[in-house]
């Protein structure tokens, strides 16, 4: 399924790739050794074997806070060492998530300090298993669950969490579940006790978290899903599941739920934050549940938009227990990255999910699957909410004419990007409003480049605000 | 059961009595008209038929707000006209409710000014059917739900607030289930969503609520029961069901618990407020529900004490949402009283509650009868949180005796009533702090003719505080 797309990806990548460097460079950096709660970035070990020498592998680094240009692919050398309950995995493909967005931003507390590696899921197979790991062989073909560290062709897990992909499921399938599916079945049906006969308003319909959960109301009988998207993903969620599909940017939501559900809703799902928390805390029933599991109205343009995260801050939701008590309500916070000491409750959801999955129940949409060259395209893909299902990143090398002809292109790009680093190093002190103008700028012609129809950068982000999760 | 505490109860009220007025005296005063929500308080007809002019039946009303005195029995006339979907029910049994006694300090806003007829739930055969009602009959012995007016000897109710009796059950132990039984079952059944292995806060559990969530509790697999309470009714609630008891008054309950169970707890019902429901929070595990339903920390003393409700305020629990996203925590709000629109969702479970009740898992635990008369006592008993399950109220006649008795002794009370009166007039411009000094005076040589070990009103405020619901 997704595997068709890979191609026509790969062309574009050849004429879009900006984020990476070429592959000689990053030799010069060293692998970096993580702290002891980093077991995903593999460290380097004191006694090297002559294999673990010449071992080799790609891993896309976050350098820094900041724009898509932040995330670059580097080589790393050194085949890591096992600890006791460990597991190395070959990365066949990586999935993309609104927390990575977040950490490129600096925004995101899960992740340690750059250089780091992202990435919280990613599907592969068993390699290497240290002791006492009784319940994974090497050949076993797994999905990861983990804080970060798995957007390279080589990652150390705890076996804990690792679970094998049942058979029929494909490398891009087992890559896209783990986030999205584990998110919304806890929401739904830990926090949310989604019965039947009740309604749900799912935000960003279309995006990742939005699909699983609408396919994951679908299995209770006779739930209502609300699901905002733009006009044009209507039929694609309609087809999904969504009972009502709202177009938010031509609609005031609240407005459209009342209409079909004048006393409100049981659960709404909540990505955004700010004020549109308080919109739908308004909108529950009595015995109503707000979950809430972002703040993607804080993501504004490239780079971290303090004028977005203080609107953000002062819209914060903030609730006293008496308000609670006479609506009779609940507002429950999740965030999957703030739950991995939780790998029992993960498991036992993450059974349920594959049961449902063996059943033909849910099933993971990919929206796009690119190179890790490309991870800067599908980053902004997914924060432009161009997405209709996941992005995912396969870690399949480049054609080796590509590469030359990228080494080439990538040789231009660096010089074009030193110009544009003077420039912008002479503008850096001229305060946060300039900074975001810079964004602009630096935008718009690559866009330009690529869009048929070009938006401004503040319209785009203004519309794709309520679109993905 | 309870009918076996009567008549020691009835004993009792002969010394104790101290609330009513004589028979006499209500006449004087006109019934009152109640607002059309008010459908409880049986309004007089303006066309009046012989039989109704002589219908007589006595009530409970709450005068104004202040202590266990400003609940006072009078005689009411007239029979109440029925409007379509309407029953008149002979009540036999009332319920008293934490609310009652907020309500009777004016800290109760679902209960309408005074004068007005307290009482949210009773037992009782019904009478007449207004038309429209399908599914009772004269005749049928009913629990009723309300949101007031239900403490009187004769009640109207919208038929759908009525629940029939089933065989074997008591009409005191009908009176006693329905707002412990349905607040419990809400909170740990649909906030909650109680599996197996979980491990649930009980406040108060020797109370009305904390006798029925215990009960609850049990029904479910291998759930771990933390419950508080004083140490003399310690052997109560471990049979009852509790599986770690906890004298909160001579130990830090949130240290108990972190021994028994470092991670924290999965549910916490909390019906302090205040300072308590911050540690409450801190209390969860990942994934954890926190459930306030009440704020007894605000009713210190007979009146309205306004240190313990700006203490309560101040200390009221606000949460920020990315709290409860870094945490996944969720904090839900219930109050029965506020859920009043909601009778498909109370009926429904309502019915679960009674086929557990008919399969003998759940069962209400009377605490002590008591006449009309003496609902100041039950009240106090039920402050003072010197109860062991429910307080309840019968509506049956004292004895001609007694009466007389009672008259000769209430005339006594009546004139000692009036110097204190006028002592308490001179005082009353005296600010706060002395109106609650007044409150000890009055109580404490009441107290210390009926208890052995007489205790500082203080003391046993701050003693009974966690104690009861």
Redesign the interface.
């Known amino acids: 399924m997704s595997g068709e797309d890979a191609p026509a990806q790969q062309q574009n990548a050849v004429d879009q790739k900006q984020e990476t460097k070429p592959a000689e460079e990053p030799k010069a950096e060293p692998p970096k050794t993580e702290s002891a709660e980093a077991a995903a970035t593999p460290a380097a070990t004191t006694e090297k074997a002559p294999e673990e020498e010449t071992f080799t592998y790609r891993a896309l680094v976050l350098t820094g806070y900041g724009g898509y240009d932040k995330v670059k692919l580097q080589v790393k050398k050194g085949k890591p060492a096992l600890k006791a309950g460990e597991v190395l995995v070959r990365v066949k493909v990586c999935g993309l998530n609104f927390a990575d967005l977040m950490a490129r931003q600096g925004l995101y507390d899960r992740l340690p300090s750059p250089p780091v590696t992202p990435g919280m899921e990613c599907s592969g197979v068993v390699e290497a298993v240290g002791e006492e790991v009784t319940d994974r062989k090497v050949g076993d073909k797994v999905m990861v669950l983990n804080r970060f560290g798995l957007w390279q062709e080589v990652a150390v897990v705890p076996a804990s969490h690792t679970f094998l992909i049942p058979d029929g499921m494909s490398f891009e399938e087992a890559a896209a579940l783990p986030v999205n599916y584990i998110t919304a079945y ?1 929401m739904l049906f ?2 949310g ?1 989604l019965r039947p006969n009740q309604s749900v308003l799912v935000h960003a319909a279309a995006g990742g978290v939005g699909i699983a959960a609408t396919q994951l109301c679908k299995t209770v009988k006779d739930v209502a899903v609300f699901g905002t998207a733009s006009a044009s993903k209507h039929e694609a969620i309609s087809q999904g599941g969504v009972t009502h599909a709202i177009d938010y940017r031509t609609k005031d939501y609240v407005e459209e739920v009342r209409k079909i559900s004048p006393k409100g809703l049981d659960i709404i799902l909540d990505p955004l ?1 700010g004020s549109d ?1 308080h919109k739908a805390y308004n909108l529950l029933k ?2 109503g ?1 707000l979950i ?4 993607a109205n804080m993501l504004a343009g490239q780079r971290k938009n303090l004028i977005a995260v203080a609107k953000n801050w002062y819209h ?20 999957l990255g ?2 991995d ?2 790998m029992e ?1 993960i498991t036992q959801a993450m059974n349920t999910i594959l049961d449902l999955y063996k059943q033909g129940k849910v099933k993971p949409r990919i929206d796009s699957t690119c190179l890790f060259l490309q991870v800067g395209d599908a980053m902004r893909k997914m924060q432009e909410r161009n997405n209709i299902g996941k992005v995912i990143l396969t870690t399949e090398p480049m054609p080796e004419e590509e590469k030359k002809e990228e080494a080439k292109k990538e040789d231009k790009k660096e010089d074009k990007k030193k110009e544009e680093k003077k420039k912008d190093d002479k503008k850096k002190d001229d305060g946060k409003k300039e900074e975001k103008k810079d964004d602009k700028k630096k935008e718009e012609p690559k866009k330009e480049e690529k869009k048929e129809e070009p938006k401004n950068e503040e319209e785009k982000n203004e519309e794709a605000k309520k679109e993905e999760k």
């Open positions: 806890l830990d926090f006790n934050g928390t009595p015995m549940k809430t599991y972002g703040a914060q939701f903030s609730i006293h227990t008496l308000s609670l008590i006479q609506g009779n309500k609940s507002v429950c916070g999740f965030h703030y739950l000491g939780e409750l």
